[in-house]
């Protein structure tokens, strides 16, 4: 999966995030290599995410 199948909106994005980690992945980092995605990609990702005022949650395995 490319960066261009991910959703763009936020909070669309942080529903994505948060149904794949929960059906799919044991962490963010899990998911981001699984998708080919790279550390600058990954970070680009949660930057976004964060300026739209979502945190990822380890311990949770989500954004929230």
Same mark, same amino acid.
């Given at each position: 999966m490319s960066l261009e199948n991910i959703p763009k909106d936020p909070v669309m994005l942080m529903s994505f995030l948060n149904?794949?980690?929960r059906d799919h992945y044991s962490s963010?980092? @899990?998911f981001a290599d699984d998708m080919d995605i790279?550390?600058?990609e990954l970070k680009s990702i949660t930057d976004k995410l964060?300026?739209?005022g979502f945190t990822y949650d380890? @311990?949770?395995k989500q954004f929230v």
């Open positions: 149904m794949k980690l963010l980092e @899990a790279n550390e600058q964060q300026n739209a380890s @311990a949770r």
